[in-house]
């Protein structure tokens, strides 16, 4: 057996206690062996956790990767003329090699900082499908659809590419791989399309993932034109069941809180990218106490502007209480779980939690940082004071993704280089 060994650090358990010990991990399987103190000495490989809290690699369940290459784009807009002015023709011109050199850039930042899974919509799938392959994170993927505009024979092939990818890569990357459907909003798909896509990706066990309640502007004309709310029409379509998850649930009434947890369908709040948008405060506090599974998720970097899921548990927590008018709503472990086990939850895949027989997914945050000083509550830093580039080592499924801030399954300078180009390309097509 080939064993890793992550020594003399503190271990994030699932109860959100904190407990000194090593942890030893298959790395054949890339499932945990063991936690605990003073573990095999003559493990094949050693990363030193001395000074460092070992936490579950973070589950970044809603995000558009290769959108990194839209950073700093655009910005300052409400969501509706943001994406028609600015990202979609800019998103128009992007060709698959571009799509290659965004995500490899976000993969890289999600590595740097402690992420090890997420859940993307985009396009070129492939592409994203070979970085991730290449990065060593997991991923639940799909190609995004929109009819809006379109006609027929166009609708009918971003469906049916979407359905294709979604057969095509499940299981890829030795099984790090998973995918959905994925319809882009409740909006932007017609209904006609929406009902034949989501029992076509069902009837083959596929699970469906869409935008949903993001905005009012999305809320309104649903209500005015069919006299229900989105999650009320989306549940008709056949797309609010237990396998399936949306993003934002910014606009969501009780009746539709009520909705999900009836479905068991998970919920991924993108707090950064909802004050960015000037979209609204969605009610966590409310969601988690109706049982609803919520997960988080940074959306693209357009809207964000970084891929930091520390950032966005720090967000979390803040709009949280906003939102509830109650300083003790969305508390630093709820956002500490809702990144970690809520995530992986919400978009079924493994990790989120660092168990024995669980999956070897894992961040090693390093403490010995003024802004971590003292330890009074690791729970605590985590969720407000901590950053990405605090993550001193990343792990997923076994292997080492990052030992000392140095990124091993990808060239970070040659990554960054061929973004940089892929930008200067884009804006003369533009
Ligand atoms: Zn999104």
Known sequence: MNTLRIAGGQVLRPDATVEDADVLVDRDEGTILDIGADLDADADETLDAAGCLVTPGLVNA?????????????????????????????????MPEDVRAGAELGLVEMIKSGTTGF?????????IAAAVEEAGLRARLGHGVVTLGKDDADARADIDESLDVAREFDGAADGRIRTAAMPHSLTTVAEEYLREFVADAHDEGIPVHYHANETTDEVDPIVDERGERP??????????????????????????????????????????SNMKLASGMAPVQKLLDAGVTVGLGTDGAASNND???????????????????????????????MATAGSAAAV??????????????????DLDAPHLTPANDLVSHLAYAARGSDVRHTVCDGRVL????????????????????AVASLRERV
């Open 231 to 272: 999650l009320s029409y989306a549940k008709d379509l056949g797309m609010l069941t237990g396998d399936d998850f949306l993003a934002h649930g910014v606009h969501v009434d009780d009746a539709e809180i009520d909705l999900l947890d009836e479905a068991g369908t998970g919920v991924v709040h993108c707090p950064a």
């Open 307 to 337: 891929l930091d899921m520390f950032d966005e548990m720090r967000d979390a927590a803040m709009l949280g209480k906003l939102a509830a008018e109650d300083a003790s709503a969305v508390a630093a472990p709820d956002v500490v779980r």
């Open 348 to 365: 079924d895949l493994p990790g989120g939690a660092l168990e024995v027989g669980g999956a070897a997914d894992l961040a090693v945050v």
């Open 402 to 421: 990052m030992r000392d801030r140095e990124v091993l399954t990808l060239d970070e300078d040659a990554v960054m280089a061929r973004a940089r180009e």
């Open 62 to 94: 809603h995000c558009h990767v290769a959108m990194t290459l839209l950073r700093g784009y655009a910005d300052d807009k409400p969501l509706d003329a943001w994406l028609r002015e600015d990202i979609w023709p800019a998103e128009g011109a992007l």
């Open 119 to 127: 859940a993307d919509m985009y396009f070129h799938v492939p592409e």
